[in-house]
């Protein structure tokens, strides 16, 4: 496979031993998985296959993450810093990306022992701010023929008479699934669910922001209640 030109190679300000910090974050929730060096010919070979290639300072060569272990990082954008000292690579794993099975370098033992016992995917809750961002930007600016901007005009009855609706949709759709379960066919079709339960996170944080309640404060109430 061949990367897109993610970024100007010759942009890139090498230091005295001629390294940069190559940062690798998840694309998926922004984790960062490992922090490792690169030379000119670890960037110039990452570009050129679109996975992540390294340099070693112990063994003085350039290798390719992955390289023994099947764990491959594959890259997905890549930016400079505003120094152009470092450089942040979101990529996606194939694997833990630490040697030590965990799936960040940065695990502590709590997170290494529920690797251990079988890691749970990432499901990119991190997206969610970028919905909210656009809902709150709605708020503030109120934009002519926005859905969000219809929902927000029309105070707290609207909004929160859509989270209702939406409720009742994603239990009619949970039903239909249960039902499809117990079929033959092994392979439902779980879309119709997950679009109801998308419309209902959706109305939610509209009615968050209709009532200036920072979404943070949810959080923080489940954060407590977890850590109780």
């Known amino acids: 496979m061949t990367a897109v030109r993610l970024l100007d190679p010759f942009a890139v300000r090498y230091g005295d031993a001629g390294l940069v910090a190559a940062v690798c974050q998840d694309t998926i929730d922004d984790r960062v998985l490992m922090v490792a060096w690169q030379d000119a010919e670890a960037v110039e070979a990452t570009l050129r296959t679109g996975e992540m290639h390294f340099h070693s300072r112990s063994r003085g060569r350039l290798w390719r993450k992955g390289e023994t272990s099947g764990n491959v990082l594959s890259v997905v954008s890549a930016s400079l810093d505003c120094d152009g000292d470092a450089i942040l ?3 996606t794993p194939a694997g833990p990306a630490c040697h030590t ?25 991190g997206w969610l701010e970028t919905l909210w961002s656009t809902i709150d930007e709605r708020a503030r600016t109120r934009p002519a023929g926005s859905y969000t901007t219809r929902l927000l005009d029309a105070g707290v009855d609207l909004p929160a008479r859509k989270v209702a609706e939406e409720a009742v949709e994603v239990l009619m759709a949970a039903k239909d699934d249960a039902v499809a379960q117990g079929t033959a066919d092994p392979a439902r079709d779980q879309g119709p669910l997950a679009g109801e339960m998308g419309d209902l996170l959706y109305h939610l944080l509209v ?19 977890h850590s109780a």
């Not at 695990?107 to 251990?116: G, I």
């Not at 009615?207 to 209640?225: F, I, N, T, Y």
């Open 89 to 91: 690579w979101s990529v």
């Open 101 to 125: 099975g965990t799936r960040s370098c940065f695990d502590d033992d709590a997170q290494a022992d529920v690797t251990a016992l079988g890691p749970t995917a990432p499901q990119g809750f």
């Open 207 to 225: 009615l968050c922001a209709e009532r200036g309640l920072p979404p943070s404060e949810v959080l923080g109430v489940l954060r407590a209640r």
